[in-house]
């Protein structure tokens, strides 16, 4: 054992700037390690989990260390290219790294600080028994209790003395010296335990067995029931297992619970629990199929500009050459990312089954990154036809003990020792970018145009797209950019040469791409032919469709059942009581709602300004169309897909299951239903109001409108037939509607790209957005104009505002937003060091110590 006196830098799960170095007990020096978790002490009572990233022998010269509490790992849960993607996260994004930590962990393996009261031993209870006034009837209740459970918690004191409130009784308590206060980390991963049954030795016995027949067959019945139960599902007589679940016995036999417990005393059973994993395992059914002619040329490209060996342009794959190839300022003479542009149903997928199937090959680990919870499910049970267990998928709708183990298994050991499940494909939305991989070769960002890889809130506000080019960087593996519609950002890097790149331009099997037709709301409005939101053209399409026996998709982008409640007299709208945002009406609740903060009320009888009862349903959201679309088609099997209906764990999985099944002839969704989902019999997809995408005040709502309505398109005709897409709209003349009719991306990308640099936004420029906090709008107001006049004095013009955002309180805390547009080609480190200066100067302001101060870099 070394006797050295060691010292630990942890990172915190506080937003604290700076690592805390603690002191190591020597009888844990060779135990502790980098990586592992360590309860430590921080403040005056609190205890923290927190992970190890330094071991030294240097003790901090600010502060005296504290012992660090207990080491909870017996290995490292958390690697070295883990710690440098969090670093450069916190660096790049302007953070704590304590943040990062936060969003990587999954819950379990975070540890929560839950209070705890004992008894003081110190205390002398009898010196005391006699003065009535020195304890109320209530602290004598608590020391009752305490005295036969030892420990409470302050949610069992509250329910002991029928009270919501207890601090005020503890705190005089602990005045009194009666009781002391415990800090207890309470870890929260458990692992799943499974009861399991074999034969003893005496019953596995062939004569023994013949013995035990007899007596069981006279006597107990059920018993008998029980062990013939057992070898039928433990194969016993073919060698293959012999073990079983118990409860496999017991959905086999009726009551069996008793009669295997007798068989235990009776040495023919012995039952013992063993730890299982809770993710379902699967076996690999199909050979992954041939690529057609197309696929297999841009497979080469992919390879090719992979390894560095291409350096000739192809007409439409771009190859980009040897020189070209830079990634993070160092040349390797080959490209790392490479972007592929492919139409909707242009079989992307099957290109990277094919990457995904040589890169297992080699040994390697992919990650495998999908947008939106509900295309992972489609997706997962493509790919676990083709590789079977090695799949393993991890998002937020998993609990925290799936999580974990997925984590494990990634790790490459479980908390019992024993092998874990080897998943060296992970499926997952953006927080499978923290799991702890070690041999990664491939990253497939799917979808990469997506917003849904940003995080907006909390603190890291990272986008995993980028923060998987980097992750494939550290590991030195390949990434791969795939989109129907690439952002235009990532398009330009490609021709630029910074990505390679290479295109799908034809849809798999000769598939034609949809017929899309512009319903001009404006003149069936006028022309008085509107039904309700509906346009006779697209009316008309969808009954067409049903009675084909095929399926509908409708597009709406905004859930609930009507935006908002007007009063037609005074057109007073209900506004949040929290936010300055008006209420959404959802009729299944029949409550007026705030999509921001939660808050609810019942429907008003009459306005509240001007009292009259006139009071109308303006707009419409996907509740409303439901339901209307159940009134024009009566017979019409009609379901919902949005937030307000995927809240459960495996809601996306059933709708898309029955949508699939035929068991739904009508979807409506918002944008979860326009991201490469694939169905064989959806022959017409509605778009039901184009211009409130188009009309989104932001340099990007011409390029998401593009992106929304040209992926939500695809959707139809998607096997064998052409498929039909209809677009309600006022202005039937945008260029971007006349677009997506042409299927012109490389137009929208052009016009997008000379606004972008006459304005100065991206890809020219580089953005971070400042957004002050706080409850007084006048210290907003002052502190915001602060900031502002201090940003200008170094990047003069390059700072716009502060501005008011739409919503300006969300709540009851009021935002004003500073923009910072930084050229492309200026030193963004340098760029951040004097923001973050800047930022401590502010934050150390006696005037401004309340304020709250957003960093997002990047902001989408």
């Known amino acids: 054992m070394s006797r050295t006196t060691l010292f630990v830098d942890v990172i915190l799960p506080l937003a604290v700037p700076n690592l805390y170095t603690y002191r190591v007990p020597f009888d844990w020096n060779d135990s502790i390690a980098v990586g592992k978790r360590v309860v430590v002490q921080f403040g005056r009572a609190k205890l923290y989990s927190a992970v190890v990233r330094r071991v030294h022998e240097i003790p901090p010269k600010q502060y005296a260390a504290k012992y660090i509490d207990t080491i909870l790992d017996e290995h490292p849960i958390v690697n070295e290219k883990q710690f440098e993607l969090w670093e450069w996260m916190s660096q790049y994004y302007m953070c704590n790294i304590g943040d990062v930590m936060v969003a990587a962990l999954p819950g379990g393996l975070k540890l929560a600080s839950e209070t705890k009261v004992v008894l003081n031993p110190n205390f002398d209870f009898q010196s005391v028994a006699n003065e009535e006034q ?9 020391i009752d209790a305490l005295e036969i459970r030892n420990v409470l918690s302050l949610q069992d004191i509250s329910e002991i003395i029928e009270q919501k409130t207890v601090y005020p009784l503890i705190k005089t308590l602990i005045e009194k010296g009666v009781v002391l206060i415990l800090e207890e980390l309470k870890e929260k991963f458990k692992p799943k335990v499974e009861s399991y049954v074999r034969f003893t030795e005496h019953a596995n016995n062939e004569e023994n067995l013949k013995t035990i027949f007899d007596t069981l067959e006279r006597k107990a019945p059920k018993q008998l029931d029980s062990v013939m139960a057992f070898i039928s599902l433990s194969k016993r007589y073919s060698k293959e297992i012999l073990e079983v679940k118990k409860s496999d016995i017991l959905k086999m036999v009726e009551g069996a619970e008793a009669a295997i417990k007798s068989l235990a005393k009776k040495n023919v059973f012995e039952i013992y629990e063993r730890e299982v994993g809770r993710l379902a395992r699967y076996d690999s059914e199909n050979k992954i199929s041939a690529l057609n002619e197309e696929q297999q040329s841009v497979l080469e490209s992919i390879n090719l500009q992979f ?40 079989g992307k997928t099957e290109i990277y089954v094919k990457l995904i199937e040589e890169t297992i090959a080699k040994g390697k680990q992919v990650l495998y990154l999908l947008p939106e919870i509900a295309l992972t499910t489609q997706i997962i049970n493509r790919l676990r036809k083709y590789f079977g267990d090695v799949v393993g998928v991890y998002h937020s709708k998993f609990n925290e003990n799936e999580r974990v183990e997925i984590w494990n298994s990634v790790l490459g050991s479980s908390n019992n020792q024993q092998p874990a499940t080897n998943n060296k494909l992970i499926i997952g939305a953006r927080s499978a970018l923290f799991l702890p991989f070690s041999n990664l070769g491939l990253v497939i960002v799917d979808e990469e145009h997506d917003t849904s890889y940003k995080q907006y809130d909390p603190s890291p506000r990272y986008n995993a797209r980028d923060g998987a080019i980097y992750l494939a960087h550290i590991h030195k593996a ?30 798999f ?37 049903l009675d084909k026996k095929e399926q509908v998709i409708l597009f709406q982008n905004r859930r609930g059942f009507a935006p908002q409640l007007e009063c037609n007299m005074c057109a007073w709208v209900p506004q949040c009581a929290n936010c300055d945002v008006s209420l959404t009406y959802h009729k299944v609740s029949n409550q007026l709602r705030c999509h921001y903060c939660g808050y609810s009320i019942k429907p008003p009888t009459k306005c509240a300004a001007c ?40 809601a996306h999985q059933h709708i898309i299951q029955d949508f699939e099944e035929g068991n739904i002839d009508i979807l409506v969704g918002t944008q979860m239903v326009t991201k490469g989902l694939d169905f064989d019999n959806v022959s017409m997809v509605g778009i039901l109001n184009a211009d409130s995408m188009l009309n989104f005040p932001d340099f990007r709502s011409f390029e998401r409108s593009y992106q929304l309505m040209a992926q939500v398109s695809g959707r ?50 580089r953005l971070i957005e400042i957004t002050v906090i706080h409850k007084d709008v006048d210290m907003v107001n002052a502190s915001a104009k602060f900031l502002a006049d201090a940003l200008k004095k170094h990047f003069s013009k390059r700072v716009l505002g502060p501005e008011f955002p739409l919503v300006s309180r969300i709540r009851n805390l009021f935002h004003k937003n500073i923009l910072l547009k930084i050229e492309r080609d200026a030193s963004v480190g340098q760029v951040k060091k004097v923001l973050s200066e800047l930022l401590i100067k502010f934050k150390s302001s006696s005037d401004y110590k309340s304020v709250r101060v957003n960093i997002d870099v990047d902001p989408m």
């Open 134 to 142: 020195f304890l109320s009837d209530k602290e004598i209740l608590v």
């Open 307 to 346: 390894s560095g060996k291409a350096n000739v342009d192809g007409e439409s794959n771009k190859i980009v050459s040897k020189e070209n190839s830079l990634s993070f300022g160092e040349s390797r003479g080959e490209v790392d990312v490479v972007l592929l542009h492919g139409v909707t149903s242009s």
């Open 478 to 507: 390949k990434t791969l950019l795939g989109s129907a519609t690439p952002s235009v950002e990532s398009y330009f890097n490609a021709q630029d040469g910074k990505y390679g790149f290479a295109e799908l331009s034809k849809r």
């Open 509 to 545: 099997g000769g598939v034609q791409m949809p017929e899309i037709l512009i319903a001009d709301v404006k003149e069936a409005t006028r022309k008085k032919m509107m039904k309700s939101h509906f346009a006779p053209l697209l009316l008309d399409t969808v009954t067409l469709a």
């Open 611 to 650: 009292g009259d009862t006139d009071l109308k349903m303006k707009g419409f959201g996907t509740e409303k169309i439901e339901e209307e679309l159940s009134i024009f088609y009566p017979k019409a099997r009609i379901a919902r897909m949005d937030l307000d209906t995927t809240r459960s764990k495996f």
């Open 716 to 765: 139809a005709g998607r096997k064998n037939k052409r498929g039909k897409v209809i677009i309600q709209s006022q202005n039937p003349e945008h260029s971007i509607i006349q677009e997506v009719i042409a299927n012109d991306y490389l137009s929208m990308y052009t016009n997008q790209l000379l606004d972008r640099k006459n304005f100065n936004y991206p890809p020219y420029y």
